[in-house]
């Protein structure tokens, strides 16, 4: 599941410091997606799954950046990358096959 | 306090008192802690277990009424799963020789690995609890499906709550194993120098860690259930019961590789030190373990083909479940070529490993067999079921659990167990074993269905049999205990070494000193299992 | 026994040692605590989507009862607690103990803020009879009782998460005053703000389920 090269790299990392102007910018963005996904829920009330499928992917699209610059994931070691990608591939695997079972039956 | 540890003053000695265990900080300690629990509640379930063969020494009602059987096997499913076998490899001996094998003197978070304990404790005490008030413990099973669970009257919200708190216990001594494994090896041990031991624990503790939340929630909707009357999982009232059934097995069939991983673990640490040899297929070994518990999480579906799942989702299931054969067949495997050739020293601790081997290799083809939807459908929930899941379990799991014993007593308590009695012990349980739960497959075969405690007349033979196998096992087991703690009281002392081993819990003094190592604990090079004297037909 | 007093009696302590601050590992089991609860809240999430797949027509009706714009607010209370938590990180990473203090302490504020809207809109839903067991919620079809019983229990699982974690920055703080957090040893200050923000992540997704998707 990992290769040495991460494990090593364990070991000589940097912490980050964020910058205020990043951490700033971070937060702008994520207000700019809520009134993006707030904008078209109450403009296309009749898109349905649309809008489905839309507010899931712009909540994960907010995911990753609170992930990827508050929880500093992008400044951690692979492995930190890995890992996560590994639970989130697990978790939506279940959610597939729960849902595949209901759409089959 | 003013000891200044001397070499020889171990784990035992450094402190002394009821407090000095009960909130110690120190692995080893805590691994005991929960070997004398998880025994103890061993001993209480394997005798719900006795019971419930006698009731069925004939048709009709013997001993119990059937709601008593009921709850006895609920009682004896929820004790055997959540309070000894998840717990018992990872919590005792994890705990005790995870950081010896790394070279470390504890696990990464102490204070967590002793919550941990406490948590088990509690989870314990709710789920004991459950027999002292209302109308006794659950009548469910221990699968707690519902409907039935949300409407039974019976203290299935206590029990489930047990199940919960044992969860968190179990997931936080993953977490401690994850980070110690990363962290604490000794310098030069990479991850492919590690024990293969600390392979096993470190998938289990990934499956700990991802799939006990899972089961978590559900519990607690089936309580939120039973509060407030909301129809989450009873059909009456809108709910689906099918998706408690995901649900639950989406933790529960990982679960499983819970209990045989770090019993393959031991089986891979003991294999070589008695064959003197460098184990054959240390990389596909390790990788396997992970195999294992990655392809785990996909299969929980086999569970459920009878339950008004769907066609195609049914034979997704069955299909990718084939495929946990693969790494387990690799290490089964493994293992054989790795005697093959070696110069055997035929001790208990051995025995028990190859009893897994044979015990499990029963429980995993029977598996394929149940992993078949075609199969499944004629021998679901009879006794075939019953008998496959005590081979992995019992004869898997908890045969291994019982070599790790006899592998390692000598290194906890510094003492040796007579030999001539833990083999004829040894030989009692695996002859008890086999005959309780042979004939299970068998009667399974003929349509005898479980959880019932009465059953056709036709089927009495075969049940008699099983019922004198539990004898058998039983004074196998009492044998075996006797004798390991006559060992402890009066046992001559054991070397550091005794089975020659060349893992690093070996190097240091038995009992090991409190901080495990009083000199930098040496790697051996060339591998974990490169025995220096071994005739070295094959390298990795 | 204490760690120092562990360590303290015996001669030769090994270089990995289990009893040394590491904060790495600190860091690396925060993380894995984070997976477990993700995982908790992902059982629920595959709930709401089966129910949601079974009762589509009952739960976007459902949905029109919840109140877009309180949802909106606490989203935008939640998003700047974890701006000012972030920014606490950094503060006392430059070494500006002070102001790292109120940071922290304007994020447990905004805790504060997102519990009392909370309070109101389910203040609301009592007031409409919508809770499990009430009149109105018992005369609903089945599918919209689900939706407004994973209303419930996802939005008060949270909340209580809102709370843990405004304890836990709470004694955070206390431990930056006593100099136990610092400069060179922010471990606990950097979870909790990881647990903080994993808060966030989580009502990221339950804001569209419940109040966006129409
Ligand atoms: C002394 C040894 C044991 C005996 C005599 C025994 C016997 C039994 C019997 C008779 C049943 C009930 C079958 C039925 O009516 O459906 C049962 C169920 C079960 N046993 Fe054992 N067992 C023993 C050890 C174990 C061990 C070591 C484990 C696990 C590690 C275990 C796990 C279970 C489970 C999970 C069930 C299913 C309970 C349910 O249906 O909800 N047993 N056992
Ligand atoms: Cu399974």
Known sequence: ????????????????????????????????????TVFISISGAN??????????????????????????????????????????????????????????? | MTVAALPQTNFFQIKKGIFS????????????????????????????????????????RDIMSPQTYNQVFTLHGVIMIFLFIIPSIPAVFGNFFLPLMLGTDD???????????????????????????????????????????VKTGTNVTMAVLAAFILGFSSILTGLNFIVTIHRLRTPGMGFNQMPLFAWSLYATSWIQLLATPVIGITLLMIVAERVFGIGLFDPAIGGDPILYQHLFWIYSHPAVYIMALPAMGIVSEIIPTFAQ?????????????????????????????????????AIIFSILTFFVAIPTAIKVFN????????????????????????????????????????????????????????????????????????????????RMYNMRMANIAFTILFIGFNMLYFPMLILGLEGMPRRYYDYLPEFHTLNVVSTVGSWVLATGLLLMIGNLIAGYLKGKAASANPWNGITLEWQTSSPPPLHNFDKMPELTKGGPYNFPNAKSTHKK | ????????????????????????????????????????????FIVYMAYRYLNQNAFLLASFELNVWMGTINTIVLLTSSLTIAMSITALQKGDTRLSIILAFSTILAALVFLVIKYFEWGAKFEHGLFPGMDHYNSLPYGERLYFYLYFFMTGLHALHVIVGGIFIGVVIRLIRKGRINKNRISLLENSGLYWHLVDVIWIYLFPLFYLIH
């Open chain 2, 107 to 149: 696990v990464a978070f102490p204070k967590i690995n002793l919550l941990s304990y406490w948590l088990y404790v509690l989870g314990a005490l709710f789920a004991l609890s459950t027999l002292m008030y209302g109308s006794g413990p659950a009548d469910t099973g221990w699968t707690f499906y519902a409907p039935y669970s």
């Open chain 2, 277 to 313: 040899r460098t184990i054959f297929g240390y990389k596909a070994i390790a990788y396997s373990s992970m195999a294992i518990a990655f392809v785990g999480y996909f299969v929980w579906g086999h569970h459920m083909f009878t339950s008004g799942m769907s066609g195609p989702a």
């Open chain 2, 335 to 414: 293992w054989v070529a790795t005697l093959y050739k070696g110069s055997i020293n035929i001790q208990v601790p051995l025995l028990f490993a190859l009893a897994f081997i044979f015990n499990f290799m029963i429980g995993g083809l029977t598996g394929l067999v149940l992993g078949a939807v075609a199969a499944d459908i004629h021998v679901h929930d009879t006794y075939f079921v019953v008998g496959h899941f005590h081979y992995v379990m019992f004869g898997g799991a908890g045969f291994a659990f019982f070599g790790a014993l006899h592998y390692w007593f000598p290194k906890i308590w510094g």
């Open chain 1, 47 to 105: 898109l349905r799954t649309l809008t489905i499928a839309t507010a899931l992917l712009i909540a994960s699209v907010k995911a990753l950046v609170v992930g990827f610059y508050f929880m500093h994931l992008k400044f951690e070691t692979r492995l930190y990358r890995i890992m996560i990608i590994i639970v989130m591939a697990l978790f939506t695997f279940f959610l597939i096959m729960v849902i595949l079972d209901y759409l089959t039956r």
């Open chain 2, 21 to 60: 265990w009960l909130f110690t900080l120190d692995h080893k300690r805590i691994g005991l802690m929960y070997l004398y629990s998880v025994g103890l509640f061993f001993l209480v379930a394997a005798g719900l277990g006795v019971a419930m063969r006698l009731e069925l020494l004939n048709p009709g």
């Open chain 3, 1 to 44: 026994m204490t760690k120092t007093d562990l360590t303290m009696n015996h001669a030769f302590v090994l270089p990995n040692s289990g009893h040394k601050f590491d904060a790495k590992a600190s860091k690396m089991g925060m993380w894995l605590f984070l997976y477990t609860e993700l995982l908790l809240f992902g059982g629920l």
């Open chain 1, 1 to 36: 599941m990992k290769n040495k090269e991460n494990i090593t790299s364990e070991n000589h990392e940097q912490e980050h410091v964020s910058s205020y102007s990043e951490l700033f910018g971070t937060w702008a963005a994520l207000i700019i997606l809520t009134g993006m």
